[in-house]
């Protein structure tokens, strides 16, 4: 199957076989989140979706180094522009706290909710603050190549001159003059001989909070040379696949490839995928149009937008059931919708295990599995998977209800094709069963408590209680014996 995996390819602008440089190796790089306030569930959406793409990739057996930055430094206000503060530092400010001190308290939010949303890390998590010293030498070489220019401490990339012999504009699709025509005064544009350049490295200001030496001064890093620098060195100067949402296509990754083909003369990436948005009444969902939900507040449904709370593998369901390059609005009766359709899903996933197999067979796996492996090798297309899925639900419940027979290779067959796509490729987890898990656990744990206690151990069986009230569990010992409770 691995042979006919289609990508769209943002840069071509069409789906294209996946041929990775150097099989079974698959270099991927994603662009991570500004540490500097929560995440929201529209960059949620943008990693879960990634998350299927790495599952999917390692599914097929690819051995994928996926690396996503966290943005710890370089990232301004404006997001395209160079002025503004740095949105770390401000935030550092407002909360009269160290500038780490946001950053690990955001990375350690994000990391959270990533594996509530049971994503996988990825195999690198570099840090803008801890490559300084390879975007400085980025910096030097581009410098060295004439494509670069310094004022005053500052050092800028010069777009017009670079797209005299290459172009700028390759992957939005859009021309230079086009560019400069629409392109609003970003502001920070005094220092700039062309309106398009954009700040490889930034002079800071006495009071800026993040600032390190440099050729030029004391400075800062410009936002999109930490993604050039570390791709560079985790993945080598041409990698397959490079990933965001596509937001980021018309300028972050516009001058990410700019950088990396200024200094080593290749564009990095061959595959740049790119995740559509999460809307809100059709508004892409972010902080400042104050349309953005926390992952917490969808959870516990305490949120004006919503009539009741949702659990994360209905939010996880809700997002893989439309394709990653669509748009996906967020809305009540869709997010209902979702959860019905999980329930369902993982009530027959929960059948499979019972199910009974005859001599003879009215359901032929091979084909749904070839169905199956279809929808995702036309471009990750999950909500096709899903609906091959619901249709090995209807078997499962059929066979359950004896109105269909399965014999033992297809009923074997079925098991795996299943829970192989559910679980390791969609990422979905079963909380239902979680759920269930709990008492068994506890009543595991009180068994042993309760034996200590009958061999007079009572600094093990004190243990115990202590240990539990401390992660939020009572226990009461009667006649009758010990029953638990959550504190
Ligand atoms: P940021 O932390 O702002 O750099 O964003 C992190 C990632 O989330 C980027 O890849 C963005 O493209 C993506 N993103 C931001 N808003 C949305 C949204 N509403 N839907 C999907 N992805 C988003
Ligand atoms: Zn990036």
Redesign the pocket.
């Known amino acids: 199957m691995k042979q006919n995996l289609f990508v769209y390819n943002t840069l071509t602008r069409q789906k294209e076989e996946f041929k990775p440089l150097n099989a079974p190796h698959v270099g991927m790089y994603v662009?991570?989140?500004?540490v500097y306030s929560d995440v929201h569930l529209?960059?949620c959406?943008?990693y879960i979706s990634f998350d299927l793409i790495f599952r999917y990739l390692t599914h097929l057996g690819y051995k994928v180094r996926y690396v996503r930055n966290i943005?710890d430094a370089g990232?301004l206000e404006g997001d395209a522009g160079d002025e503004g503060e740095d949105k770390i530092s401000k935030k550092a400010k407002i909360a009269q706290l160290e500038p780490m001190e946001i950053v690990q308290k955001y990375t350690v939010d994000f990391h959270e909710v990533m594996s509530i949303f049971n994503t996988l890390p990825p195999s690198i998590e570099p840090t803008a603050t801890g490559h300084i010293i390879e975007q400085i030498e980025l910096v030097k070489q581009i410098l060295a190549k004439g494509l670069a220019y310094e004022v005053d401490g500052s050092v800028y990339f010069d777009v017009e001159k670079y797209n005299s012999t290459t172009d700028y504009g390759i992957l939005s699709g859009r021309n230079l003059e086009d560019m400069l025509n629409n392109t609003r005064d970003l502001g920070g544009q005094e220092q700039k001989r062309g309106k398009l350049d954009f700040a490889l490295w930034i002079k800071a200001k006495p009071e800026h909070l993040m600032q390190w030496p440099s050729p030029w001064g004391m400075g800062f890093p410009g936002w999109h040379l930490e993604c050039s620098a570390m791709s560079h060195k985790y993945l080598g100067e041409q990698f397959d696949i490079h990933g965001?949402?596509?937001?980021?296509v018309p300028t972050h990754h516009t001058n990410e490839i700019a950088q990396n083909v200024a200094c080593c003369g290749k564009s990095p990436a061959r595959y740049w995928i790119h995740?559509n948005?999460?809307?809100v009444n059709g508004q892409?969902?972010?902080k400042s149009l104050g349309n953005s939900f926390l992952p917490h507040e969808l959870f516990t449904g305490d949120h004006s937008l919503l009539d009741k709370g949702y659990s994360p593998m209905t939010v996880r369901f809700f997002m893989l059931q439309a394709h990653y390059r669509s748009t996906l609005d967020f809305g009540n009766e869709a997010m209902e919708a979702s959860e019905k359709g999980f329930k369902r899903l993982m009530a027959s996933v929960a059948l499979l295990d019972g199910l009974k197999q005859s001599a003879t067979t009215d359901v032929d796996v091979e084909l749904l599995s070839n169905r199956c492996y279809e929808a995702l090798n036309d471009d990750f297309n999950s909500p096709v998977l899903i609906a091959e899925l619901f249709e090995a639900s209807r078997i499962i419940n059929s066979v359950n209800d004896g109105k269909m027979k399965i014999d033992e290779v297809n009923l074997q067959r079925l098991k795996i094709l299943v829970k192989t796509f559910v679980f390791d490729v969609l990422g979905l987890k079963d909380e239902q069963a979680a759920n269930d898990d709990l008492p068994k656990l506890l009543s595991f744990i009180v068994s042993l408590r309760s034996e200590a206690k009958v061999n007079h151990d009572y600094a093990t069986s004190d243990k115990i209680r202590q240990g539990l009230q401390q992660i939020g569990f009572q226990l009461k010992d009667s006649k009758e014996g010990t029953t638990w409770s959550k504190i």
């Open positions: 662009c991570g989140p500004t529209g960059n959406r943008t943005t990232h965001g949402g596509l937001d980021l995740t948005m999460l809307t892409k969902m972010s």
